[in-house]
């Protein structure tokens, strides 16, 4: 099969669509329009019947006023807009502005894509303002619609929720074995049990004191001064304490400086850091001549 006619068969094929898409519109604006024209003229009888009444109350006011009678006019019934009608065919006339820019923007873009691609254009009809207005409004109707079910169901489903939960009664499970006591289990008599004592030991790492855990930097600053960066041993200097706790991955230490250096000492006593650059590097003791002396 060539190619025109592969193309043919497909612009037979949309154009068919369009047809049968342009076909129910019209039946739908067709629908509409008889119920707008029926509408429309209930309407118009109204008003007119209206007017009738108000030009008598004016004729026999003029008359017996000896003044000339100038009656309240009424248009034919194409002519005549209710305020509503008015107001909605503003409306209609901005809306269909902007559907027709829209549409020639892409039918533009898609005769430029076909004509690139070699493949036969076919534009959206654009129809006239009538029955945009009337499809407009069936598609409003039909979204309403859809609303209203949602929120019908919406509205079922809490009603049913709500009458469950005030209807709900908790009911324990029942057992089917007697119960007994631990005392009975054991061969005693109900309502004596024995005095419960804990057999297992406190193992958890207590705080330690500031005190030690200036002992504790005195052997680390023994044992690693030269990795510390001083040029002797600082540990007998002096070592104080700068008042402050930190936390330093993830536990509390103790701050101290000693000979112009800072360092963390954990309140566990779990490790030692020397800080220096924004690090904390730690330290470990390699002698105990001063821990335990």
Not at 187 to 208: C, Q
Not at 268 to 288: I, M, Q, R, W
Request: with cysteine.
């Amino acid at each position: 099969m060539s190619k025109e006619v592969k193309d043919a068969k497909k612009l037979a094929k949309k154009e068919a669509k369009l047809a049968k898409k342009e076909a129910k519109i019209e039946k739908a604006n067709a629908k509409y329009k008889a119920k707008s024209d029926k509408k429309h003229a209930k309407a118009y009888n109204s008003f007119v019947k209206e007017t009738e009444k108000k030009n008598a109350k004016l004729q026999a006011k003029a008359a017996s006023d000896g003044k000339d009678f100038v009656p309240i006019a009424i248009p034919a019934i194409d002519e005549f807009q209710t305020k509503k009608e008015i107001k909605a065919a503003k409306a209609t006339k901005k809306a269909y502005a902007k559907f027709v820019k829209k549409i020639e923007k892409k039918n533009a873009k898609t005769e430029k894509k076909c004509a690139k691609k070699g493949k036969p254009y076919v534009p959206i009809q654009i129809p006239d303002e009538e029955e945009f207005a009337n499809s407009a409004v069936s598609e409003n109707k039909t979204g309403k619609v859809i609303l209203m079910i949602i929120l019908i169901l919406l509205i079922w489903f809490l009603i049913y929720f709500m009458i469950m939960y005030i209807n709900y009664e908790y009911v324990a499970p029942v057992s089917n074995e007697p119960e007994t006591t631990a005392s009975e289990d054991a061969g005693g008599v109900a309502g004596e049990y024995d005095a419960y004592t804990n057999p297992h030991e406190v193992t958890t790492t207590p705080d330690y004191n500031i005190a030690d855990a200036k002992k504790l930097l005195q052997q680390t600053l023994h044992d690693n001064w030269k990795n510390c960066g001083f040029s002797s041993d600082p540990s007998n200097d002096a070592i104080s304490f700068n008042n402050r706790v930190e936390t330093i991955n993830s536990g509390d230490c103790f701050m101290f400086t000693c000979g112009g250096k800072t360092f963390a000492v954990s309140v566990k006593l779990a490790a030692v850091y020397y800080c220096h650059d924004g690090e904390y590097t730690p330290l470990s003791f390699n002698d105990t001549n001063i821990l335990f002396d």
